[in-house]
């Protein structure tokens, strides 16, 4: 076993305190503890204080708006070879969990809908999660470089996904468009 403090340390203390009672020596021992353990609180609170100043906040785009949230999370789920139903059921396996905060940060992020929607859309209890996991692949923007690839490549499947051509009639009226 190891030793907090050194003999000569061991003899100081014990000088210092030989003429107090055990009660006396609990008491200081409680009240020293307790001074530690707000001073540690405070601590902590101010830096949650600073984490939360010095956050960028997450910005917001319509970069998709031209895409519906059924073909976004078509997309994140071809890309990580899962299915839609996974990728909005509850289970919480390591791929399934980055599939979805991958379509956290497309629908929160760079569709632009609200954390309310994007929570009903990956049925999600509480909305705050939403805000939490586009944040935390919106930090890892400028850290990881994979992360980068996987958005851009997501985008590009996005790009790859047959989408209908609107109908054109040539020499139709609008009223006989809607007929057919």
Known sequence: M?????????????EMWKDHTAHEIAVELDFSARQICSRIEELKKKTRKIKRKNRKPLPKSNSLSGYTSNEIKKAIAKYYCIT??????KCREQPLARARKMCCYFLFVLKGLGREAVGDELNYKNHSTVSN????????????????????NIKLKMNKQVRPAPRVYVGITTQQQARI
């Open 133 to 152: 996991q586009a944040r935390a692949i919106f930090e890892e923007l400028d850290v990881h470089r994979e992360t980068k690839l996987e958005i851009s």
């Open 2 to 14: 190891s030793r907090l403090f050194s003999k000569e340390q061991d003899a100081i203390i014990i």
């Open 84 to 89: 839609v139903d996974q990728l909005t059921g």
